[in-house]
């Protein structure tokens, strides 16, 4: 099963900045859409940003304005800055990659803030 490889996750206070990184190997060819989803104990995974190869983007409502995610294609990686952040966005955050084939994963990075 081939893997993203995420990096950037820890513990932050409230109010602070994390930045997550995702690489696709290069055997994930033709990639379309590449994105963030976030799993909180309890709770369903939930799409936080995504984005396409054209550079269009949509954000979850509860981080729109704090985070921003954007992609370098050349090196198949995406990004996701996350400020001004609060003890809700806790969660394990997965990255993910689409194309015709279907989908790929991260193993997760879990994010902690605390308050």
């Known amino acids: 099963q081939v893997q993203l490889v995420e990096s950037g996750g820890g513990l932050v206070q409230a109010g602070g900045s994390l930045r997550l990184s995702c690489q696709a190997p290069?055997?994930?060819?033709?990639?379309?859409?590449m994105g963030w989803y976030r799993q909180a104990p309890g709770k369903q995974r939930e799409l936080v940003a995504r984005i396409t190869s054209g550079g269009s983007t949509n954000y979850a409502d509860s981080v729109k304005g704090r985070f921003t995610i954007s992609r370098d294609n050349a090196k198949n990686t995406v990004y996701l800055q996350m400020n001004n952040l609060k003890p809700e966005d806790t969660a394990v955050y997965y990255c993910s990659a689409h194309n015709y084939l279907g989908a790929y994963w991260g193993q997760g990075t879990q994010v902690t803030v605390s308050s």
């Open positions: 290069g055997s994930i060819f033709s990639i379309t859409t």
